[in-house]
């Protein structure tokens, strides 16, 4: 039926958009507090997939464990990361910024087909994969339900941190005007420091949920990378309020035309960037 | 353009070394050559790359779609072949042609974009036409699978009046030469942008597209100008490769590794300059063929990191490099002319103009 077939398109649209969301989060802050065009972000996303397989793989942990340990170690790689390269070039053109997080991709992509090769890795043999429930015909899988609402509790909890704590105020300060910052006594390298390590965790706790939802290669990192940075971009630089309806909007789209239209699986990429396209333009055309 | 004199010397030598290179290296290093013209026919596709990316760079307009015009010739000469009898050569020209056109449209709607919006769009652009080519019928553009594209050279074998290995010489030394009309004309379309009142142009755009409106620069068709004239070279150069190659697939001739490699190059070498692109690809060509010898498996993590350094170590590139050298020199004596050449122009340019 028809119906059915657009609500499921809904559905996994609106379920898929957490995962998003949450990537784009850690991205637009990186952007926004930092000031650092990643390019390597999708990279954190693919470290944490690969660490929860090898976790699976090493030790038996169940994916939902493996969060306890590839959070944290996330957290230590993006600031090992920040420490030894990023904090350079943040006074230094955007171009350098690309490059820079575009050589660290490179490095970090290369590295993982060279201990896992490129091959996507399945981590089977996970109780509640193949779980799902009937809701009025559209069928609705655990994980990525799991996955939505731990995604939509990081996001919901990150804004929160950054309109409430200590901590979240200073980054709003440290976005706004570094100096003035400064100037109040907040020490904006360290801020700077938590914000990146902060970005790369949540890149990383998404990638641990990509690993039971879909086998990861060592390049899902880059083309989740764009989408994160399209989303940003969408919602407006600076904006992370934004970024869920961003998300909400283009993961949405993306599902209902794999479902709808025939042949849509292979289109939905292109329709995400057609959408992408034409609002980035009507919205430069619009401003006076 | 006086200044341009010394410039389009130095580009005559070079159109000459390469016309007498492939001959050169022959009597030289007999079989070995072939593959000495294979790799310096990549350096030279890497170097007009590299130049066409700058070029557009200069306007401040930072590109991620290159790969799509690059596959726009691509494509073209591939459909070309399959659906006319024309001569392949003209592959080349109309492909530059193609892609022209597609970069006066995409130029055109994101005149008022900047920075990080443009380059985002410019993606979603490149990426939004490999999914299109990729959903053509399968008559025309070959679908997923893509499509094959006859050679440009095909020589033929005469037992008696030559070795086997001369074919493979003939074909690569055909190559070569068009590769090096190709670079040539690269340059020189550089080296006008650099020496006549185009560079004013651009720079003023890139630095302040506002002002430069106020101060009589038309941004609009300085932008777009740049746009045209980088994109034809790519085009040109995806149609060469697409014959060099033998087949376009959606995935690998739109590929972004095209876009990543244009703009690292340049980058690496010197932004805003015209060696610089061309000492880039030089050294990164050579770098990537010693890491593809020493480490098979994993060579692309020293390409990662010969970046990340370099952007660390190397922000104005290989000719900011030799700009911080030559300043280390005890100061010439008064009298002495200003600095020309290159160099000069590298220390003035990026820096603080792309922030």
Redesign the interface.
Known sequence: MELTLLAQGLVSGVLAAGLYALVSVGLALAIGVIGV?NFAHGEFFMVGAFLTYQLFVSFGFDPLLSLVFVAPALFIIGAVIYLS?IR??LR?????Q???T??????L???A??IWGGDPRFIGGVPYRSVGFQLGGVSIGLVPLGSFVISLALVLGLYALLARSPLGRAMRAVAQNRVGASLVGLEVDRIYLVAFALSALLAGIGGVMIAVIQSPTPTVG?AFT?KA??IV?LAG?GNIRGILWASLAVAVSESLVATLVP?GD??S??V???I??VV??VR??R?P | MRRALPDLAWTLLLAAALALAPTALKALFQQASVSYLSLASNAMSLAVLALSWDLLARTGQLSLAHAAFYGAGGYTAAILARLTGAPLALALPIGGAVAALLALGLGSVTLRLRGIYFAIATLAFAEVLKAVVQQLPTGIAGGAAGLNVPPLFRPHFVPGTMQRWEIAYLSNAGYFYVYGALLVLAILVSIVAQRSRLRAAFTAVRTNEAVAAVMGVRPARAKLLAFVLSSSLVGMLGALEAERLGSVIPDGTFAISTTVLALVTPIFGGLYTTLGPILGAGVLSAIEETLKRTFAEGYLIGYGLVLVASILFMPRGLVGLAGRLRRRRPPSPPGAGPESGVVADASSGHGGEAG
């Open positions: 065009i390269s350079y070039v230094a053109p955007e171009l350098n690309m490059l820079l575009f050589g660290l991709s490179i490095v992509q290369n590295l087909l060279l880059f764009l940075f399209a971009v630089l042949n292979s289109l990429n292109a995400f960037f057609a992408i396209f980035l333009i430069a055309w401003t």
